[in-house]
């Protein structure tokens, strides 16, 4: 099984989280994260030319543990649902889960996704 954390634009994540479904990949959570990538945040300038840095980026991560078949699929429907070509757009990050468990009837690994 693979984890696929990925960090994106919120406005995206309607758009991604309805794609998986529609790919049969139901389960996952999505937390609002702060963060930051290469750019370091953003500069804003404000009325008066007053200039604003913004250190950290309100994004979102979705979480989904998917089968080992399923995880192209799932990276591919992400990219295409959350990608604008502009700077901000998010990264994905895979690492192996080891185990699943449903608690309510045991089942484990693929069975319990
Ligand atoms: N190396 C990293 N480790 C953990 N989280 C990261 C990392 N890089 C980016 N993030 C998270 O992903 C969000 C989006 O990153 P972002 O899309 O700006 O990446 P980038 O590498 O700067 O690419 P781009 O040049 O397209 O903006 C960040 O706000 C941060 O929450
Ligand atoms: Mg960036």
Do not use: C, Y
Request: glycine share 12%; hydrophobic share 45%; charged share 30%.
């Amino acid at each position: 099984m693979k984890k696929i954390e990925a960090i994106i634009r919120p406005e995206k994540v309607a758009l991604v989280t309805e794609a998986l479904a529609e790919a049969g990949i139901v389960g996952l959570n999505t937390t609002q994260v702060s963060g930051r990538g290469v750019q370091k945040g953003v500069m804003h300038v404000g009325r008066g030319g007053m200039t604003i840095k913004v250190d950290m980026l309100q994004k979102t991560k979705v979480e989904v543990v998917v089968k080992d078949a399923d995880a192209e699929k799932a990276i591919a429907i992400i990219i295409e649902n959350a990608r604008t070509g502009e700077v901000g757009d998010g990264k994905i990050f895979v690492s192996t889960v080891t185990d699943a468990i449903r608690v309510r009837t045991g089942e484990r690994g693929d069975k319990a996704l």
